[in-house]
């Protein structure tokens, strides 16, 4: 039974880093926010994760905030991260096809980020 959640552990772990991609991997939040990341990019309808430049304005630190943003026409999600004055958009690329599916995965992801923060 050990060796199967182990494993478990170890193939969620991959999925997770198969699925970020793009140019910038920095996540800001250290720590906590590659967390957010991960829970993220565990959704079975995620299908890959870009993170975008961090924005800053002003002073560093503060509470880690996560929220998904409306869905475009196909279906694909925003997530905006801030940190204090600091902020990343990381873009969500669904399997999905349409808004109403996108909209619906938002709300899932927004309940999720609500209960880990």
Known sequence: MTVNKN???ETAQNLSKNK????HTTIIGGRAGKKLIKL??????????????????????GKLAGKVLRSDARGNLRLLL???RSFQEVRL?????????????????NEMLKNAL
């Open 93 to 109: 690329v669904t399997k999905v096809g349409t808004a109403d599916e996108g909209d619906r995965i938002m709300n899932e992801l």
């Open 40 to 61: 993220v990019s565990q959704h079975p309808e995620i299908k890959k994760v870009i993170p975008s430049v961090i924005s800053v304005k002003g002073v560093a630190g």
């Open 20 to 23: 970020l991609g793009g140019s």
């Open 82 to 84: 801030s940190e204090g």
């Open 7 to 9: 494993s478990l552990q």
